[in-house]
């Protein structure tokens, strides 16, 4: 048996930090499987490179480096990242972020972003270090429908400050750096399963546990997006190259992405609508350091970054207007209420605020893809870029002026339990639209007459050709799309993309006491974990989670099994002490987990991502961890 790494953070397991890190590499040479790596790791050629000497890239290897995040309990999680850096075999560390760096995490629930392209110098990387601070964090979380500030301690309720995250990976796993080729490096916060929020505390706390695991294959793929100003276009290559800015920066030099584009590549730029080819046109017109912000898929294999949709010029967030996204969640007239709103200012730091006030007018230009579309497109529930001027609202908070602006429609996530699922439509029983709850939207107007307005309890979604076939009524059901204009309901929706049952997500959260049990489970092998329900603390998490459905794990009869997923890509760790192991093959996972728990040490949590079957309630895990305590 031969875990895939261990960790060890010392000042990081002190402060017994609640983020679960994914340091996820894919080594150049491609890879994968599920079994655990047992072959002695080839030496590395060796090359003379200074990552900040021009002369020497071409003896480099080159690392893209993105962030991402699991889904939480948070609206905000924003929090300045200091420093990223790996260690060579031989003892040499290279710095991977060239800045301090101010991050929201929960803006990757959906997406990876790229946050910098570095030149390192070849050999076998086998440890890292992500230093955080919290002195500024800007943390908020939900109470009653009202956004509230939460402050993260650690188990003995100290607030967190500066702390280091260390991993350091097996001898015979490390990160492959190879002259002239390019290496991705993806850093993920999963602080859903590391967090226990309390909001009846004022301020509301997040309690947390360090797990921080290093892998170097992910196991989930999103869509990545790239932002920073434009350095040139190639129209005969049907690409541009930008210097990298992430997370709303407006300076520091992050590297240099290449972004393809394709003949379906949708443009706004400057207002304008454009796609394919006209859009590039369009682009080259733009002079160098134009600011761009583009969304697409990463071929891993080839390194290669293509644009799905591109923004550029004016149409970037913040650039030559302050800029407010949400969700909409009242309308009248010219006048409509944003929720969870994050501002953009132009002149100072991205921030959250939870309501903002919006004015519109005949003369706001509204896009919707690649159209150009009226005021009309605006309604309840639909999730908006708006471009204008913000200023403190009358009646407090604050408001944007965007009627010589722009807003443009963006997509929104609905979920829920199915009402009914026939061809052309599916209706839904709504438990959340963008993470926020049906009872903060006011759907008043909607419709075409009252009698019509939006019925969260029965919302219409239009499906068109989509197949809603296997879609079973009072089964949990994700949509995404956009909402039907204003006053024109029914339907309430047009979906462009359904995820059923069968494909959502499961996430399983399970704590014992806070002093853990030594007898959690009836029984660990490579069949699988049985948790024992006798074990379960009264006040910690025990359930299941499948999109907008909650299952309680003591409403099921005889209990789940927890067993190893046959996807491809599988992660499983043990945290014990100051220390995490990894395993790629379920059975090395279980193994190890049962020889742990040898009757004096106690298991304190677990969690795990993967698929419930509800007909055999069995839990396939394509992530899990274990938290372990001992005397």
């Known amino acids: 048996m031969t875990p895939?790494?261990?960790?060890?953070?010392?000042?990081?397991?002190?402060?017994r930090l609640g983020l679960i890190t994914t340091f996820a590499v894919?080594?150049?040479?491609?890879?994968?499987?599920?079994?655990?790596?047992?072959?002695?790791?080839?030496?590395?050629?060796?090359?003379?490179?200074?990552?900040d000497d021009a002369t020497t890239a071409d003896q480099c290897g080159v690392l893209y480096l993105a962030v991402t995040d699991a889904d939480g309990d948070f609206l905000a999680y924003t929090v300045d990242v200091v420093s990223l850096s790996l260690e060579r075999a031989n003892g040499d560390t290279v710095e991977t972020l060239p800045n301090t760096t101010r991050i929201d995490f929960t803006d990757y629930v959906e997406l990876s972003e790229f946050v910098s392209v570095r030149n390192l110098p070849p050999g076998n990387y086998v440890a890292g270090t992500i230093t955080i601070d919290y002195s500024a964090a800007e943390i908020l979380v939900e109470k009653d429908g009202v956004a509230v500030p939460a402050t993260v301690v650690d188990a003995a309720g100290d607030p967190l400050t500066t702390f280091d995250l260390s991993v350091t990976l097996a001898d015979d796993d490390p990160v492959r750096v190879t002259r002239g080729l390019a290496s991705l490096l993806v850093v993920d916060f999963d602080l859903g399963a590391s967090h226990v929020v309390d909001v009846t505390t004022d301020p509301a706390t997040a309690v947390a546990e360090p797990i921080i695991v290093a892998d170097i294959e992910p196991v989930d793929e999103k869509d990545v997006r790239v932002r920073g100003p434009l350095i040139d276009v190639d129209i005969a290559n049907a690409n541009y190259d930008v210097q990298l800015r992430p997370f709303f920066r407006r300076d520091g030099d992050f590297g240099v992405v290449s972004v393809n584009v394709t003949d379906d590549t949708i443009y706004e730029i400057d207002g304008d609508a454009f796609t394919g080819e006209a859009g590039l046109d369009a682009l080259a017109q733009l002079a160098s350091g134009a600011p761009t912000r583009a969304i697409g898929t990463l071929d891993v294999g080839a390194r290669s970054f293509t644009a799905n949709e591109v923004l550029a010029g004016s149409s970037v967030p913040g650039t030559s207007a302050d800029a407010v996204r949400g969700h909409v969640t009242s309308r009248s007239g010219n006048t409509f209420t944003v929720i969870g709103a994050t501002i953009i200012?132009?002149?100072?730091?991205?921030?959250f605020n939870d309501t903002v006030t919006v004015t519109v007018g005949d003369d706001t230009r509204v896009v919707s893809g690649d159209m150009a579309t009226t005021?009309?497109?605006?309604?309840?529930?639909?999730?908006?870029?708006?471009?204008?001027?913000?200023?403190?609202?009358?009646?407090?908070?604050?408001?944007?002026?965007?009627?010589?602006?722009?807003?443009?429609?963006?997509?929104?996530?609905l979920s829920g339990l199915i009402v009914a699922a026939n061809p052309g439509q599916l209706d839904l029983d709504l438990t959340a639209i963008g993470g926020r709850r049906p009872a903060m939207f006011d759907f008043s107007g909607t419709g075409m007459d009252p009698s019509t307005d939006a019925d969260p309890e029965n919302y219409e979604i239009a499906t068109g050709p989509l197949n809603v076939a296997d879609f079973a009524a009072g089964a949990p059901a994700?949509?995404?799309?956009?909402?039907?204009?204003?006053?024109?309901?029914?339907?309430d929706f047009v979906g462009r993309t359904l995820v059923d049952l069968d494909e959502l997500r499961a996430s399983l959260g399970i704590g014992w006491t806070a002093n853990g049990s030594t007898a959690p489970f009836l029984s660990i092998s490579s069949d699988g974990l049985v948790p024992d329900p006798a074990a379960f603390a009264d006040d910690a998490r025990q359930?299941?989670?499948?999109?907008?459905?909650?299952?309680?794990?003591?409403?099921?009869?005889?209990?789940?099994?927890?067993?190893?997923?046959?996807?491809?890509?599988?992660?499983?760790?043990?945290?014990?002490?100051?220390?995490?192991?990894?395993?790629?093959?379920?059975?090395d996972f279980t193994d190890a987990l049962a020889s742990a728990l040898d009757g004096n040490t106690a298991a304190r949590s677990l969690s795990a991502q993967g698929a419930y079957a509800t007909d055999t309630k069995v839990f396939s895990a394509t992530t899990l961890w274990v938290t372990l305590l001992r005397d």
């Open 4 to 15: 895939l790494l261990s960790t060890v953070g010392p000042r990081a397991l002190a402060l």
């Open 26 to 51: 894919l080594a150049a040479c491609g890879g994968g499987g599920s079994g655990t790596t047992t072959e002695a790791v080839p030496p590395v050629e060796t090359a003379t490179c200074d990552p």
């Open 345 to 351: 200012p132009t002149d100072r730091e991205a921030y």
């Open 375 to 413: 005021i009309d497109a605006i309604s309840v529930g639909q999730r908006v870029w708006i471009r204008g001027a913000v200023t403190p609202a009358p009646q407090g908070g604050l408001a944007i002026d965007a009627t010589n602006g722009s807003v443009r429609l963006i997509r929104t996530r």
């Open 478 to 491: 994700v949509a995404y799309g956009n909402v039907n204009e204003f006053g024109f309901a029914p339907p």
């Open 543 to 587: 359930a299941i989670k499948i999109g907008p459905r909650i299952v309680s794990l003591s409403d099921i009869d005889g209990g789940i099994t927890i067993t190893g997923s046959d996807a491809r890509r599988t992660l499983y760790g043990i945290r014990d002490g100051d220390s995490v192991q990894l395993y790629r093959d379920f059975a």
